[in-house]
């Protein structure tokens, strides 16, 4: 995303009511669901009412699919930044929306395939997982930036977990992906990034700091996994000297 899209979008983001906030003119609540929709419709209308009129309609339909129609209008309009502040405000109940966004991980823009592509695992789409794996082997670092932050939100210890650390591998991560990655990998006790993650903080450069996080972070898990490797065995041992013909009990 370039610099002068983000600062639009930051715009437009702050400019809207929080979700315990009223909207900035209170008699908006008086509006039918048709009215409001006729606004998002109308790209006369400001980018910032349109959104806070989509963020209107969710609120006033949490518990059904009103405002199915109101994010189908606002995730097909041309403005990038109408898009992703849709994006920002999709329900994880709407099931038309999300679907949506998965039709959007095609989107010719970068910054709405990538938006949407975060939104959907916060609401923990596992259908990401394959798209990931493609994402991670991309020359586009914004894929593979999107793609650390999905697999951060979904990893598991099976496909998630697993891909994370094929990623290690890829040669094309600059320094902040690596970074990020290692930061994952240690969260999950994985030790094959602790020889790397000591070169970075002992050169004291631009991630010296992040580097010294994720290695105390790799201590602490492996520090964790001793202390229960050993409350295991001890159970395991109490458990055998219970039993008749077991260790510490001949019977």
Same mark, same amino acid.
């Given at each position: 995303?370039?610099?002068?899209?983000?600062?639009?979008?930051?715009?437009?983001?702050?400019?809207?009511? @929080?979700?315990?906030?009223?909207?900035?003119?209170?008699?908006?609540?008086?509006?039918?669901?048709?009215?409001?929709?006729?606004?998002?419709?109308?790209?006369?209308?400001?980018?910032?009412?349109?959104?806070?009129?989509?963020?209107?309609?969710?609120?006033?339909?949490?518990?059904?699919?009103?405002?199915?129609?109101?994010?189908?209008?606002?995730?097909?309009?041309?403005?990038?930044?109408?898009?992703?502040?849709?994006?920002?405000?999709?329900?994880?109940?709407?099931?038309?929306?999300?679907?949506?966004?998965?039709?959007?991980?095609?989107?010719?823009?970068?910054?709405?395939?990538?938006?949407?592509?975060?939104?959907?695992?916060?609401?923990?789409?596992?259908?990401?997982?394959?798209?990931?794996?493609?994402?991670?082997?991309?020359?586009?670092? @914004?894929?593979?930036?999107?793609?650390?932050?999905?697999?951060?939100?979904?990893?598991?210890?099976?496909?998630?977990?697993?891909?994370?650390?094929?990623?290690?591998?890829?040669?094309?991560?600059?320094?902040?992906?690596?970074?990020?990655?290692?930061?994952?990998?240690?969260?999950?006790? !994985?030790?094959?990034?602790? !020889?790397?993650?000591?070169?970075?903080?002992?050169?004291?450069?631009?991630?010296?700091?992040?580097?010294?996080?994720?290695?105390?972070?790799?201590?602490?898990?492996?520090?964790?996994?001793? !202390?229960?490797?050993?409350?295991?065995? @001890?159970?395991?041992?109490?458990?055998?000297?219970?039993?008749?013909?077991?260790? @510490?009990?001949?019977?």
């Amino acid at each position: 995303m370039d610099d002068k899209l983000r600062l639009r979008l930051e715009a437009l983001i702050s400019d809207l009511p @929080g979700p315990d906030q009223p909207l900035n003119d209170p008699a908006e609540s008086d509006l039918s669901d048709n009215q409001l929709l006729a606004r998002l419709r109308d790209p006369q209308q400001s980018a910032t009412q349109r959104l806070a009129d989509l963020r209107h309609l969710t609120a006033r339909h949490r518990v059904d699919h009103g405002a199915a129609e109101a994010f189908q209008i606002l995730l097909s309009d041309p403005d990038e930044a109408i898009v992703l502040g849709a994006i920002a405000e999709v329900p994880a109940f709407d099931l038309a929306a999300l679907d949506r966004l998965r039709l959007l991980l095609d989107h010719a823009r970068p910054a709405i395939r990538q938006a949407s592509a975060r939104a959907l695992a916060r609401r923990k789409d596992r259908t990401l997982l394959p798209r990931m794996g493609l994402w991670l082997q991309s020359d586009d670092s @914004g894929n593979r930036q999107a793609a650390i932050d999905v697999l951060a939100w979904l990893a598991d210890p099976h496909d998630g977990n697993r891909l994370l650390a094929s990623a290690w591998e890829i040669p094309t991560l600059d320094a902040e992906e690596r970074i990020a990655l290692a930061r994952l990998l240690a969260e999950r006790g !994985d030790d094959r990034v602790a !020889d790397w993650l000591v070169e970075i903080f002992e050169e004291n450069g631009q991630y010296a700091d992040s580097a010294r996080q994720a290695l105390e972070i790799l201590l602490f898990r492996a520090e964790n996994a001793d !202390d229960s490797a050993a409350e295991q065995g @001890g159970s395991n041992a109490m458990n055998a000297a219970e039993i008749p013909g077991k260790a @510490g009990n001949p019977g």
